[in-house]
C-alpha cells in the first residue's frame, strides 16, 4: 500500500470516528431517558427531569470521552468506545435508584460481568443506545481494523 493510499485510509478512519462521536454525544440523552423509562414506565415529572439532566450529563461527560478516544490514534486507543459507553449506566441507574425503583433479577453472567448494572441496562452493541449508531460503530470499526493491518503488516 502506497504511503498516499495508507494517508486516504486514515482520512476515511477519522472521517468515521468523528461520525461515531458526533452520534454518540446525540444518542445519550435520549438513551439515558429510555433507559430509565424502560424501568419506570410511569415516571413522575420530577424524575422525568431527573433523567433528562443525567443523559445530558452523560452527553457532556462520556461522549466527550468518547469523542477523545476516537481522535487519539489507533495505536494509542487503549479502550474502546464502546466500553466507554457502558461506563454510561450510571446515569440512569442513580436517576432510578434516587426515584426508588427497584433492581431487577439479572443472570448470574450478568452479575458478575457488571455487578453495579443492577438495572440490567448494560449496552451489548453500539445500536442498544440507539439504532442510527450501528453503521457508523460498524464502519468505524472496519476502518479501524483496515487502517490497523495496513500499519503492521509483516513484510515477506
Do not use: C
Not at 483496515?146 to 500499519?151: D, E, P
Amino acid at each position: 500500500m502506497s504511503d498516499q493510499e495508507l494517508a486516504a485510509a486514515e482520512q476515511q478512519l477519522a472521517n468515521s470516528a468523528r461520525r461515531l462521536a458526533e452520534g454518540v454525544a446525540q444518542a445519550l440523552p435520549g438513551w439515558v431517558v429510555a433507559a430509565v423509562q424502560s424501568r419506570l414506565p410511569r415516571m413522575d415529572p420530577q424524575t422525568r427531569e431527573a433523567a433528562e439532566a443525567a443523559g445530558l450529563a452523560a452527553a457532556a461527560e462520556i461522549g466527550g470521552q468518547v469523542a477523545q478516544l476516537l481522535a487519539a490514534d489507533i495505536d494509542d486507543q487503549r479502550e474502546n468506545p464502546l466500553a466507554l459507553l457502558r461506563r454510561a449506566v450510571r446515569y440512569p441507574t442513580e436517576v432510578l435508584s434516587a426515584a426508588g425503583a427497584p433492581p431487577i433479577e439479572r443472570d448470574d453472567f450478568a452479575i458478575e460481568r457488571f455487578p453495579d448494572d443492577v438495572y440490567d441496562l448494560i449496552p451489548a452493541s453500539f445500536a442498544d443506545i440507539h439504532p442510527d449508531l450501528q453503521t457508523p460503530g460498524l464502519k468505524w470499526g472496519a476502518a479501524k481494523a483496515f487502517v490497523h493491518r495496513r500499519r503492521h503488516r509483516q513484510s515477506g
